[in-house]
């Protein structure tokens, strides 16, 4: 009758560790991909004064280290940088304000920006901000559509691309649903 009783007991301890485990997992890395639009207005965005007006085309990225959504666009903004930077595009970064990380290995190129006027008003991470040869904002918004960001659905390349064969590019103003996390708490 002990000999049970113990080997209950262990049996319920290792089902309350596992589920304990799981939920802490699911809790901390997992969220459901909620399908609501968010609205990217880039009409408050400046690049501060040393990187302002004519130049090489720059890329600000916007990240915030506690965000399960940079998982799959870190991957494509290495791709974006390995492809993109050997033709002069000059890749920045802009971390949420109060949050501490870092960021991976393969994105160490990227120039800090200690802030950028009008960043305060991101609706939410990760996005990026793209200005053009001229310095005109060409593109605000998120990378791509959906749950997961890759070349094939990327919004960026295109962009990029036309940016470098001299084409005028005006998306500053984005609508679109994906994974986001608020920049604003």
């Known amino acids: 009758m002990a000999k049970r009783l113990l080997i209950f007991l262990a049996l319920l301890l290792c089902a309350a560790t596992a589920w304990w485990a799981y939920d802490s997992f699911q809790s901390r ?22 990187l302002a ?31 993109f930077a050997p033709l002069g595009v000059s890749f920045h970064v802009v971390q949420k304000p109060g949050s501490h990380g870092q960021l991976p290995a393969n994105l160490g190129t990227l120039k800090p920006l200690a802030s950028l006027p009008g960043s305060e008003h991101l609706p939410a991470s990760p996005a990026v901000a793209i200005w053009d040869h001229d310095g005109n904002l060409a593109y605000f918004g998120p990378y791509s559509e959906g749950a997961v ?11 990029l691309k036309a940016l470098a064969q001299g084409r005028r590019v005006q998306a500053s103003n984005t609508l679109a649903v994906g994974c986001y996390c608020p920049w604003i708490d």
Not at 149 to 159: A, D
Request: proline share 11%.
């Open 29 to 50: 890395y997992l969220r459901p991909f909620d399908n609501q639009a968010t609205f990217f207005d880039g009409s408050q965005l400046r690049l501060p004064a040393e």
């Open 53 to 83: 007006g004519p130049g090489p085309i720059r890329v600000v990225h916007f990240w915030d280290p506690a965000c399960p959504c940079n998982v799959g666009n870190q991957q494509h903004l290495g791709e974006l940088v390995e492809r």
């Open 149 to 159: 960001c890759n070349s094939s659905n990327s919004f960026i390349e295109p962009i």
